[in-house]
């Protein structure tokens, strides 16, 4: 970083803490970023303004138009026949040139910032439908109200985001991971949340990006302003304010004390990590972001474990991107990045927390996690995203090196439907002449109670299991995994979720079904030694957290790890199962292996801390 170290103010330190979502060390000046606040300046804008604000209508007006797009082509049955005609009147409105032109003219005449002048010409739009006699005309008015409320998002957005820079660190009470996309241009350091958990798309986001991330600092952050000088510890869960110089040297020397990418490339190279006494672990990595499969090369030894097709294909926001023939494109790509293991693909999961363009859809959706979710809306309009995306993995998979995952499964009725659609599907292609691979390995997400319960029946029908303890954790102990304060309370170590893991895979090892566990948990340093003496030998994690999990897992005994999972199971909360898990580290494993990047103590916190 070039910039001059944070320097000692009349302030005194300030130290909050919260939870390392996403590790790395930030910093810079923070910048208090606020999409939901309304632009209100009515103040004229300078002469040399004038052209870069028109610029900003116009890119605002684009991106309200392919905000609309999406949502139309993500979901085009799910909205109805009324909605979709709504959706239309609002695209045309975005074309119509004597409006769009009358805003331009405010902008330029009166020196209008555009949110003013978007508010001032759309109401006298209004005004003059309202007053019509026509009662189609009428009706009208009120696509206007919705259409402003888009474009000033449009252009808020914008604005929200304009001030950070590359020495920023992003400050804000929530982050959806549609703003960390959108922020990411602008390459801030690192960023910090008032609320939010660490399982949350945000946080998997930041871990993608490379982005140091704290989460549920609370309502402490109100006293760090823009232009405060912070240091945000996204490893150990801390953000300093005003720091004293000898924090900031501190920080910096940890800085400098993380491996080096060769150290890194180095790790990745080499084989499965054994334990201590000699039981193989297989390490695969999670992909969301097409940046990330730089960070893959030389390959994986393990390939990638679970590849997020809404985030890796909707990024962008770019609703083409799920065109049958992208896709077969960017599919070949992950198979070449993956090497000889291979990609398990995720079918999209939309219609959760916001995602990309899937929180466009949500907007006007509602609330999806307990909803029309991954499969269940796969399922329900097969010929909108399920047929293609499975043509499209069938296309690509070429020497049998890609896996299929479906996502949030809850009944087997539902895997028999996938498994039928995927042979009509690999019919057509064979009557078509299409070269393709159909022995395509099906899997099934372990997310919702009732399939871990039932995963027996699923054994007939899927060709192995993957424990998605995000979802798994929220649906079981009934605390979304997104919220605030109560989100301390979704933690994957509570002796339920654990049971529930114990029983997937006792089950995979009766049938031989392979289990793996792809959510945050399985990065987590003070649950490896539990999982693998739960018999969980496939982990999938961020390609950041590898290099620490593969130091972990050499330095565990199998055996004695076996023992620690006997002992948690028996213990009443998630924090008791943290103090053992914890305790058991401190005594079995040298302190050098779970030292994480720049040497800070990865072992995580006492649970009192939590
Ligand atoms: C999970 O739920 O644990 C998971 C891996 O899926 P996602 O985080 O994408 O919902
Ligand atoms: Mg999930």
Redesign the pocket.
């Known amino acids: 970083m070039e910039e001059s170290p944070p320097e000692s103010t009349s302030h005194d330190e300030l130290v909050i803490s919260g939870t390392g979502a996403a590790p790395g060390i930030a910093m810079g000046t923070a910048y208090r970023y606020d999409a939901s606040a309304p632009d209100r300046r009515r103040a004229p804008i300078s002469p040399d303004e004038v052209d870069a604000e028109v610029d900003r209508l116009a890119n605002a007006v684009q991106r309200a138009e392919q905000e609309l797009e999406t949502v139309r082509t993500l979901a085009p049955d799910a909205l109805g026949a009324d909605t979709d005609a709504i959706f239309e009147a609002q695209a045309l409105m975005l074309r119509d040139e004597e409006v769009l032109r009358a805003i331009r003219q405010r902008i330029r005449a009166r020196k209008e910032p555009a949110a003013a002048a978007v508010r001032t010409v759309l109401a006298a739009h209004r005004e003059r439908l309202d007053d019509s006699d026509d009662a189609h005309l009428r009706t009208g008015a009120d696509d206007l109200v919705e259409l402003e409320r888009r474009l000033l998002r449009a252009l808020r957005r914008r604005a929200a985001a304009a001030h950070i820079d590359t020495q920023s660190v992003v400050v804000a009470q929530e982050l959806t991971p549609t703003d960390l996309l959108r922020v990411r241009r602008q390459g801030p350091l690192g960023a910090v949340t008032a609320r939010g958990g660490p ?1 949350s ?1 945000a946080a ?1 986001v930041a871990k993608a990006l490379g982005l140091p991330l704290l989460v549920g600092a609370g309502e402490t952050l109100e006293a760090v302003s823009s232009g405060d000088r912070v240091v945000v510890d996204g490893t150990e869960g801390r953000l300093i304010a005003h720091p004293h110089p000898a924090t900031v040297e501190d920080y910096r020397q940890r800085e400098t004390e993380a491996p080096s990418p060769t150290e890194r490339e180095e790790e990745r190279a080499g084989r499965p990590p054994r334990t201590t006494d000699g039981h193989a672990v297989t390490l695969r990595v ?1 992909v969301g972001l097409e940046a990330e499969l730089d960070l893959l090369r030389p390959d994986p030894p393990g390939g990638i474990g ?1 590849l ?1 097709t809404e985030l890796f294909l909707l990024a962008d926001g770019d609703p083409h991107a799920v065109d049958e023939e992208r896709q077969v494109e960017a599919y070949r790509e992950v198979a070449e990045a993956a090497g000889e293991e291979g990609a398990t693909i ?1 079918l999209l ?1 939309l219609g ?1 927390d916001g995602r990309g363009p899937r929180h466009a859809a949500a907007e006007h959706e509602g609330s999806r996690s307990l909803g029309e979710r991954g499969l269940r809306r796969l399922l329900n309009r097969p010929d909108e995203h399920l047929r293609p995306q499975l043509r499209a993995l069938l296309r690509a998979n070429r020497q049998g090196e890609l896996r299929v995952l479906l ?1 949030m499964v809850t009944d087997v009725t539902e895997v028999r439907r996938v498994r039928r659609i995927l042979d009509e599907e690999s019919a057509r292609l064979a009557e078509n002449g299409v070269p393709h691979d159909p022995t395509l390995p099906l899997g099934a ?1 372990v ?1 919702v109670p009732a399939m871990a319960l039932q995963a027996p029946a699923f054994t007939e029908f899927v060709d192995f299991f ?7 954790t929220q649906y079981v102990l009934a605390v979304d ?1 997104a919220a605030g304060p109560v989100g301390a309370r979704h933690d994957a170590l509570h002796p339920a979720v654990l049971g529930l893991i114990l029983r997937v895979v006792e089950t995979g090892r009766m049938s031989g079904c392979p289990v793996e566990v ?3 948990i399985a990065g987590d340093v003070q649950a490896v030694p539990v999982l693998l003496g739960l018999g969980v030998d496939t982990l999938s994690v961020s390609p950041q957290s590898l290099p620490t999990v593969r130091r972990v897992v050499r330095a565990i005994e199998y055996d004695a790890a076996k023992g620690l999972a006997r002992d948690v199971l028996q213990e009443d909360d998630a924090p008791a199962v943290r103090r053992r898990a914890r305790t058991w580290i401190d005594t079995h494993l040298p302190p050098a292996e779970t030292a994480g990047s720049g040497g800070a103590d990865v072992r995580g916190p006492d649970a009192s801390d939590r």
């Open positions: 399982t798309h998997i999670n679970l997020r995720r999961d959760g996502p997400m997310e993957s424990v998605g303890t995000n979802d798994l995994r792809c959510g945050e």
